[in-house]
Structure formats: C-alpha cells, structure tokens
Antibody, heavy 118, light 109 residues
Framework: EVQLVQSGAEVKKPGESLKISCKGSGYSFTSYWIGWVRQMPGKGLEWMGI????????RYSPSFQGQVTISADKSISTAYLQWSSLKASDTAMYYC???????????WGQGTLVTVSS | SYELTQPPSVSVSPGQTARITCSAD??????AYWYQQKPGQAPVLVIY???ERPSGIPERFSGSSSGTTVTLTISGVQAEDEADYYCQSADSSGTYPVVFGGGTKLTVL
C-alpha cells in the first residue's frame, strides 16, 4: 500500500527556521516525483514545487522560488520542505503528494499544519 | 501566469446531477485532473487525463472535455459528495509548474 506520512504540526515564531518531512512507503521512492502543496486557511490549493528523489532534480513554482527549499534523502525515503526564516504569512496546511510532472498527484500525505505567530 | 477558472459554488439536491466546469486557453492541448477535498482531509484524485477514473472512485464521477472547458460530472449526487473540487492542468508548454483552479464548493441541499 502506497503511503505518504508527514511530520506533525508545528508552532513557530516569525524568523525561526523549520523543516517538515514526508516519508514514502509501499512503492519505489526514487522512481516517482514528490510535490508540495500549500493551503492557506480557508483558501485553495497551490503547487509549491516538486522533487525527483532519484537524482534530486527540483523545480519550483515561481511564487515559491527562493522562499522555500525542497530536498530529499532517498536513503530513508523522505522528502523535506524547509524555511530559513518563517513569516506569519507562512501559516498554512502543507501537503506532500506523489506526482507525475504536469499530470496527476495520485497519493497524498495527511498534511502538516504550520502556525507562525509571535 | 496561467489560470484555470472554476465557479466558486455549485448546489444540487440529492439524486440530481452536478456539473463543475473548469476553463482555460490551453485545455484543448493539456489534460485536466480533478481532486475532491472534504473538510479537514487531504485532497483525493477523482479524475485524471480528462475522463479516466482511478480505482476506488465511484462510477457516478465522470469527466469530459470540450474546447477550452473541462467538466466534472457527478451523477446521482449523494450527501457524502459535498466537498471542494479542484481542477488542475498545465499551460500550453506542458511543463511544470502545473496550476490548480480556484476550487468549487459543491453543496448538497
């Protein structure tokens, strides 16, 4: 069974750094892209970027380029989304998903809620 | 930037047919994908490549394409179908990044 399990909810202060994770199982982690999606409170879905764990090829949506870093450790089948300096506007639910570039996201993680507040 | 346009809301009574549209210039050249998201849950893929249904998705969910508009149709709507629905596609180059539509809230009256 394909599963993506994300790390737990986080509460951070503005300016702090953060790295959240997404662990894949039940399939060949290095053979599929992993994408990250943001959902701000009460709002729609936004693609942030994707990574191919096999060779760490990474592509960012223009709105998120330079704002976050996507990485992966294929030895432990885990993808990451990180911020170096959080802002209150980063408060959102973040989902990872197994994706085919320019095509479907067929399996999703359960989401990680990030709250940034002073 | 490339945009997909969906109606903000659609309302239907149980047993009726709901149709949710998604419009964009590149849709004649690019596949569309549909996701269902219920409150407090992660999205679920319900249609891929315009009209294909993943395993486990009820047959009442179907997709179609005509020109610059794709349509998600839910026949015999049930109360459990009340959710937000998002379309997804790519621009005419077909490369990443793909985008989501703004989402449509389906209300079952």
């Amino acid at each position: 069974e394909v599963q993506l399990v994300q790390s737990g909810a986080e509460v951070k202060k503005p300016g702090e750094s953060l790295k959240i994770s997404c662990k894949g199982s039940g399939y060949s982690f290095t053979s599929y892209w992993i994408g990250w999606v943001r959902q701000m409170p009460g709002k729609g879905l936004e693609w942030m970027g994707i990574i191919y764990p096999g060779d760490s090829d990474t592509r960012y949506s223009p709105s998120f380029q330079g704002q976050v870093t996507i990485s992966a450790d294929k030895s432990i089948s885990t993808a990451y989304l990180q911020w170096s300096s959080l802002k209150a506007s980063d408060t959102a639910m973040y989902y990872c998903a197994r994706v085919v570039p320019a095509a479907e996201a067929d399996y999703w993680g359960q989401g990680t809620l990030v709250t940034v507040s002073s | 930037s490339y945009e997909l346009t969906q109606p903000p809301s659609v309302s239907v009574s149980p047993g009726q047919t709901a149709r949710i549209t998604c419009s964009a210039d590149a849709l004649p050249k690019q596949y569309a994908y549909w996701y269902q998201q219920k409150p407090g849950q992660a999205p679920v893929l319900v249609i891929y490549k315009d009209s294909e249904r993943p395993s486990g998705i009820p047959e009442r969910f179907s997709g179609s394409s005509s020109g610059t508009t794709v349509t998600l149709t839910i026949s015999g709507v049930q109360a459990e179908d009340e959710a937000d629905y998002y379309c997804q596609s790519a621009d005419s180059s077909g490369t990443y990044p793909v985008v989501f539509g703004g989402g449509t809230k389906l209300t079952v009256l």
